[in-house]
């Protein structure tokens, strides 16, 4: 089984990078990249975890781009989890993330709802590799006891047009792709079926996308074989995987529930093998 995207403690995961990993071998998965939100903070111990396991591991990242306001993410494989300029891009990502928790519960606060801000960001405070994200004051808001479930308090307050809710502001996906690829990566579109943007798949394989992740937990089948054939017509490579947080409320099964045919992931990676001949060829070297 290759599954190509899960999140750990270092965004919004249950699981540690240990327990993902172990999770991961006893389901059978052979290939495992580990793509947290604007964050490679659990690269090194998941890394060294697959090592034990005899897994493949593929350093990942998941990074949320900004299309006419609404959220668009976008997967990163084979990235250099250490590139200095990607850390700084990253550190900037989680900044607009807290900075848009802030402005979220002081929505809140006018609605009559108070929250603790200092304690809801505590964790990316005692951990600045930590992403913040809508799901911690979901937390909080069930901890007040003001919703009893977190997709209530999505569903009631921090959705798009309820009333905790506080547009993002980020990077434009050319952004994404040109940091990824500055960090030796690939980018592929993440689950395009929950973003119902498919107009937006040419401009962003003109834009150096790689690829796109066709098969994906939240994917009907049909889904999947659209995707299939857009990656095709717009001469991308395919991406896929589980998008497993270790969370029930979120997840529709565990990790290499949803895997990646081995095929996919060959051409996944002759692609990146590829690119980075392209980028580290000389630009003087143009004879023959
Ligand atoms: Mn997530
Ligand atoms: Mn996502
Ligand atoms: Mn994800």
Redesign the pocket.
Known sequence: MIDLHT?TTA??GRCAPVELVSRASIAGVTVLSVTD?DTTAGAAASAAACAQAGIEFVPGIEVTAVVDGADVHILGYFIDPDSAPLAAFLTEQRQRRVDRIRQMVARLAALGIALDVEAILRPSRDDSAKAA?RPWIARALVDAGVVASSSEAFDKYLKRGKPGFVSRVGPSPREVFDQIHAANGLASFAHPGLIGRDDLIPSFAAAGLDALEAHHSKHSSEDTIRYLSFARHHGLAVSGGSDY?GDPSHDAGGPGSVSLPPVLFHELKARWTTSRATASRPSTSTSS
């Open positions: 999140h965004s919004d939100h994200g947080h």
